[in-house]
């Protein structure tokens, strides 16, 4: 079988490509989860500094912020990619899977890291910019807000931007399209815990319990209907009940279940509605069997809103470049993203790379079996370069 032609790519951003993936490979042989990715990033600050960008390290605990600065201008801009793995014990058998047991790069943040680094060793070499550019490599992305951290420790009092701009790519997407989703492009992420309380008792003399099983699989059955009968038929809900704990005897009614949820919504309105709705039925369906519910609703990450101006501008800079081809229109998706943090300060946008059908590339994220394609590297470094280059073009 002949081997897939090359992606488009700049000359210049192709000729490092062989270091690229080398970064790329070691990352991923040495993944490290949230807030604990300090070896990546050294990697990091070391090449960063190598280059000629002014270094800090601190933010958000582990996070590195390069600047980098040519011409006159103060305009402003960041570009960021995040670092850290998950807790899974991964399968893959490349030849630089994780050597860490029971972690794994399965999002792609190791291939995320290496194109923004490629791309900063091109912008610094050529520096055909004018104004200030920062790159943010943050960590914890993977649930535990890593942009809320850096901007609570106080990103944009140190590193202000006008505009704010993320990517991650898109298994089962042809390989090296980008897929800009105007508005809101990814669903806010809430966790919910219901501890339904009741009274234990004996299981075969129920009528001197009452019984937190049953009110609470009462409670995961009424959940279902907030979507189907609450929210507007043409907007999107979603509830998942991942969890009921509850007991560990056949003869014994416990005195406690507790529900554990995932909630995802597109809109502010529709996430303010689950709340209320989720909240009510879990508490009037527990008195129903004599329990009560206590509600524990955990707003975690906000919903992605891509900004008009900046989605179009990211569009154009890939037709410009690509042509039409080069961009594929796609559906919102239902996933979350920390980036929406940045995005709830400055305007910006959050693109998808498309990593590749089948076997180049299709496998899912957060699979133990998934692995970044390498075959992307190269243009989505060349999108943040030409990113970056037209939104601080010189005399613009």
Request: hydrophobic share 40%; proline share 6%.
């Amino acid at each position: 079988m002949n081997a897939p032609l090359p992606l488009p790519a700049l000359d210049e951003i192709r000729a490092h490509e062989a270091e690229m993936i080398e970064i790329r490979h070691r990352i991923h042989a040495h993944p490290e989860l949230a807030y604990e990715e300090r070896a990546t990033a050294d990697l990091v600050a070391e090449r960063l500094e190598r280059w000629g960008y002014e270094v800090h390290r601190g933010l958000g605990i582990t996070g590195v912020v390069g600047t980098l600065k040519a011409g006159a201008s103060t305009r402003r801009i960041g570009l960021r990619a995040d670092m850290d793995a998950l807790p899974i014990k991964e399968t893959s058998g490349k030849p630089w899977a994780s050597q860490a047991l029971g972690k794994m790069h399965a999002c792609g943040h190791d291939g995320h890291t290496a194109m923004l680094l490629a791309a900063a060793r091109h912008l610094a070499a050529t520096r055909r910019f004018d104004g200030i550019l920062h790159v943010v490599f943050q960590p914890a992305e993977e649930g535990y807000g890593g942009a809320k951290k850096m901007l609570d420790d106080g990103f944009l009092d140190l590193f202000p931007c006008e505009a704010m701009f993320g990517m991650h790519n898109a298994p089962g997407k042809p390989a090296g399209k980008f897929i800009p989703v105007p508005g809101y492009a990814m669903a806010s992420a809430d966790t919910t815990v219901i501890k339904v309380k009741g009274i234990g008792g004996h299981g075969a003399m129920p009528q001197h319990a009452a019984d937190p099983v049953v009110a609470a699989s009462a409670i995961v059955m009424a959940l279902q209907t907030i979507v189907s009968r609450n929210v507007p038929p043409m907007q999107m809900g979603i509830v998942t009940v991942g969890a009921i704990l509850a007991g560990d005897a056949p003869n014994v009614i416990p005195g406690e279940a507790e529900l554990r949820l995932t909630v995802r919504a597109f809109r502010p309105e529709v996430r303010d509605l689950l709340q209320r709705r989720i909240t009510e039925i879990a508490q009037q369906q527990a008195a129903v069997f004599g329990a009560r519910a206590e509600v524990d609703y955990q707003r975690r990450y906000p919903m992605l809103y891509n900004h008009p101006k900046e989605t179009a501008f990211c569009e154009q800079v890939v037709r410009d470049w690509l042509g039409d081809e080069g961009v594929l229109a796609d559906e919102p998706v239902t996933g979350s993203e920390d980036f929406a943090f940045f995005l709830e300060k400055v305007p910006g946008c959050y693109v998808f790379i498309g990593n590749g059908e089948g076997e180049d590339g299709g496998c899912m994220v957060h699979n133990p079996g998934y692995d970044f394609n390498d075959r992307c590297l190269s243009t989505g470094a060349s999108y943040w370069v030409r990113l970056a280059e037209s939104w601080l073009k010189r005399g613009g």
